[in-house]
């Protein structure tokens, strides 16, 4: 009899812990409105906007936000697609992808036959668009991961990535290529990531182009959820990686996910 | 355009170890070598920065060379070299360890591109002017950190550091808000800026302070203060050896690098004796209560988690006692007492790490009770061990012992007497949680032949815990001198 | 910083041993030779520099070492009249102690280990005797506790690790107190520098009572390592450090580090006229008193040699302490001068104990019987420095007894006679059994473990003249007290400059 | 200050206050992560609402792009504590079946 009033305590307890926390929250909730009210209020406006729209015409591109992206915080950016590739590099930390799933049937073949090409082309234009319109890497980017996703849906287990190899390659490409042209930049006198006027629309389709790829294939990667099957997964002989062969292992590696059904 | 040139290792500080972490992504066959060179060059752009501060004075610069308000700054003062130099060799010291560590081929390839990730993170962060970039700065140290510490794939690493991740977003978020209300009423990012106008606005003091809150006790979640510490425990004991060191003596520190910049930059027009006892007393409770979670913990490897936890608490001791100093030489002092603590505890905390997964390797365990033979086998580590301990507990000659003298005596001078109380106590269980351990390298086993068995591995360990105690202990005034305060006028 | 001849010196004898110590930590275990090489080399380093440092301190040269370790913290190493003093008595000690304890350990485990401590203790040790101002001496203090816990836990046996315990547990604590003190103090007045006759005379009496509890905390922290009662608890727990250790905690470093301390806490921070005026020396005095006899009484009773002699050393270093705290020159005179004698004394009875033990197996007094028959050498040593405790003239105890008795006349502290008379009694009562057995009952049958080490004499050489020698230094400490450059002669320079005369 | 702009960034704040709760009141992992994404979009609309000037000015570009970049990020973030909590799930299914 003892337990389940324990129990009963238990949850009780546990839902005067709610209430309290829903009394606390709803608090927070109140005074995060006056404080958002007061702020609004603070005569801050127009905020850094006029001197965004002011500076525009030298950041060799028309849409305020690719402005914003690429070129005043471009820095932001940069250290953002490094967030997104240290995520893939964390999933891939953790093991080998599942197995894909099953061969799509003739319909869902045709269909993807038609949508991932209409994606891929969707994206380059969105990419291009970014200059001008809304539009960019980010939604390129996208537009190519989720055709990822299709094809991995119909049964690619790549989910149309090459081989790891090269997948790496794509993966670095944006962070590779913004840094490199920063440090470019850098080199010749004009300062990290200080484009030249002249220069700046086309650094930055450039610096578009690779982090679009990169973008893409990181959430292709991501969304096949391991490191990537097919041939170079295999350990080979002639690995460089550990450079002392060395007494016994730190730690075993780590098991292999269970295939899922 | 030498001005220019002078903020180039600013720049290469961030720029190389991405730049490292790209190869090592695309070529992983030549993870450890690349990833070495990396480590080499980023340590070198970081003494190199250090030493144009140290004639220069801070550092600014502005990317895109844009007009303050709208580009991100780059900017490196005294305290942000300090810590920058700090991480950067604890950094160097670490990698040298790993490389020898990992010999897994899956393991090398994932820790190289995520670690020197986490290392332009880190840098980042102690670099960056602008508070929305310190967002993306902790994100990135957050994600990097919680897939490293994943990286032995056991249960308990996945679950806690799933953990960490989950509990830092929440506190990244938390920080983002208050971003957000700033930029609201000041409509700016850059952290001059900003100060200048939260100085300038006292009528908006409900803004500030609740901006303040949001990001502090964001933070705070992020660099474990009690009692929001309750992930890091499991979290830094289940990670890997190098990976641990790196958790908690850079990204911990990095974090509360960030809350002491909010609080003594951006916030300091609110940051009084009233604002500054609730950490202070947080950070008390954190000090015993951590040290005595250590002084019980079976495994080595949690004892040093916990130790953590309580040196954690000694940095925020320090905030009512800014608070009531006012400007002046003590309050220098205390400012570099601060500093010399962290760094200290970096160093220290590192090698104690990178010791105690030596010894781990070693004895296929890490409980303490069971450690006598090991350590006793390994002279080298068993004094690595020792020395970053007595950096721990404060001893002299050892850089927090300064920073404790220091602290305690501004602790007397300013009437808050009790906070020696915490501070002496936090020591005596500091002495016997270290020597708990110490006391297991003093058995009956054979002689080790050898000073050092296993020189990557040990000389890092070693080196940086040497550090610690012999050069940060006896040679401190350079951090005066990076910190821009006069020795001169430095007395009682 | 300069870095002329004299402000190198104090710092290159705190060097001498320190670098020597840290190549034979790096050493391998079998290098043998390289080792005893480093030891001595050391040892013999240190004694030559302190040689020049006498002779300079005697020409009127000043010599200071300053490190800034932070501004406003100074390292500072200088040569006063009482630092050269202690650093003689540690230098010379440590030499013989060197000797010995090669001859003991370099055939056992771990010598690496144990040479590279032994080294830093004695580094801890001059630092110490030649710190100049309070932040200097806690820091050395703390290098010393550290330095210490090795050597006591050397042995590695259950026993030795609990010691060892213990030992840290008291000595990590009072240090911490130490250090409150010291801390409190500087917030008080800036750099505590040692100066002869004090140097809170002029402090404004609303800060009296805060002076009286910082003392509180400085003795407290202090008295750990002096063993005061009831702060003694270590000392006998220690004893199971092996033979070398003993002595070098009990005669050089570590209890003396402590009646060190108390002596330039009372006459070169607070001065003796404030520390009357305060009435800490009557608080002292009390405490040092009880020690003394508390600790005979305790020594009376127990059967292992060395535990016998660590309950006489908790008694005999309270001589200092009890010098320190009468008012009036040759009361210091006596307490520092029994800073050296019991020194020398009682690092010749470890060292015979060592002697028996490594020889025979002999740990226990009732074993003793007829020992001096089999190790004659040995057992002289040992009578010396029993009847120089007991304060037997000519020997270099009764010097001490003496001043202290003198002094305490003088001071009108009559009470300090019956404090050294019934010491006396007691030390005779737990002394004179022993040298009773040893020369006048019949030898065993059988030794517990007997070694013979192939030498015409009782026991190996390393073993054997160490404490002969030593024994020779009591003899001459008290032979030729009114020698110049005697212990007596040079405590009473002290004396004089301590208060002014 | 516009009356639209203090409503939808009013209603950032209720999202983000719900997220909160749900957060730490609800245990299962998808349930915390769900709540994560929605505090965080609360925060960004926030941030969007910032950027509102009315119909005649073109809106702060500013917050928008840091909107776009805290997307990425909250992307990132989440997968990762998909995989981690993938990879928990079948360590606790290999800890069953045998």
Known sequence: MSAPAGLDRATERSRDLRLLLAVLLTLLGVALTLVYLIALNAGAAPRLADLAYERLPSTGVQNPVTAVLLNYRAYDTLMELAVLLAALLGIWALGPAPPGFQRSGAVLAAMVSWVVPL??????????????????????????GAAGVIVRLAGDPRAGLPGEAAQRWLLVAGVLVFTLVGLGLMAFGAGFLTYPPTLAKWLILLIEAAATVAIGAALAAAYVGGRPPGPDARPTAEDEDALTPAQTPANPPAPPLDPRP | MSDAALTHPLVLCIALPLLGAMLVTALPRWSVRLGILAAVATAAAAVALAATVWQQGTLHLMLGGWDRQLAIALRADGIATALVLMANLVALGISVYASGYFHDRVRVRSFWPLWLLLWAGLNGLFLAGDLFNLYVMLELLGIAAAALGALTGNRDAVAANLRYLLVGLLGSISYLLGVALLYTAYGTLDLGLLAAGIADSPQLLAVNAAAMTLMVAGLALKAALFPLHFWLPPAHANAPAPVSAALSALVVKAVFYLILRLWLDLFWPITGMAAAMLPALLGAVAIVWGSWRALRAERLKLLAAYSTVAQIGYLFLFLPLLAATPPGPARDDLLAALLLMAVTHGFAKAGFFLAAGLVQTNAGHDRIDDLGGTAQRLPATTFAIALSGSALIGLPPSGSFIGKWLLMQSAIATGQWWWVIVVTTGSLLASAYVFRVLSRAFGLEPTPMRFITDARAEVPALTLALVSVAVLGLASGPVWTLLGLSAAGVGA | ??????????GAIVVSSLLPGVFIFLLDEESHVLRTVLNLFGAVAKLVLVGLLIYGVWLGQVFETRIAIAPGLTLVLNADALSVLFVTLSTVLWLVTTVYAIGYLEHSTNRSRFFGFFSLCV????????????????????????????LVAHRGTPEA???AKIYLAYTLSGGLLLLVGAVWLRTLTGPVDFVEGGMLGDLSPDLHGQLVVIFALLLAGLGVKAALVPLHGWLPQSMVAPAPVSSLLHAVAV?????????????????VTLASQLGLLTVLGVLASFTIVYGSVLALTQDGLKKRLAYSTVSQVSYIALGTSLLGPVATVGGLVHLVHQGIMKITLFFCAGNYAETLGVAKVSQMDGIGRRMPLTTLAFTVGALGMIGLPPIAGFVSKWYLGL????AGQHWVLVILASSTLLNAGYFLPILYRAWFRPLPAEWPNEHHFGTRFETMHALLWPPVITAVFCLLAGLLAAAPFSPLEWARLIAEREYGL | MLIAQFLYG???????TLGLW??????????????????GAGVFHVLIAIAYRGDAAPPDPVPHALVLTGIVVAVSATALALMLGARLQDADEEDQTP
């Open chain 4, 22 to 39: 749900s957060f730490l009141v609800h245990e299962p992992l998808l349930r915390k992560i769900i709540a994560l994404n929605v505090t």
């Open chain 1, 119 to 144: 994606l891929i082309v969707t994206g380059g234009y969105m990419l291009w668009v970014g200059g001008y319109a809304p539009g960019g890497a980010f939604q390129a980017g996208a537009l190519l």
């Open chain 4, 10 to 16: 009013g209603a950032g704040l209720v999202l983000f």
């Open chain 3, 255 to 271: 209890v003396k580090a402590g009646a060190f301390g108390i002596v330039r806490v009372v006459y070169d921070v607070y001065g």
């Open chain 3, 123 to 150: 580094s801890a040790t001059v630092g110490i005797a030649l710190s100049g101002n309070l932040l200097t001496f806690v820091i050395f203090y703390e290098v010393l506790t550290l330095a210490t816990y090795p």
């Open chain 3, 1 to 10: 910083m300069s870095w002329d001849y004299a402000a190198l010196l104090p």
């Open chain 3, 407 to 410: 002094g305490g006349v003088e």
């Open chain 3, 161 to 163: 690790t609990r010691g």
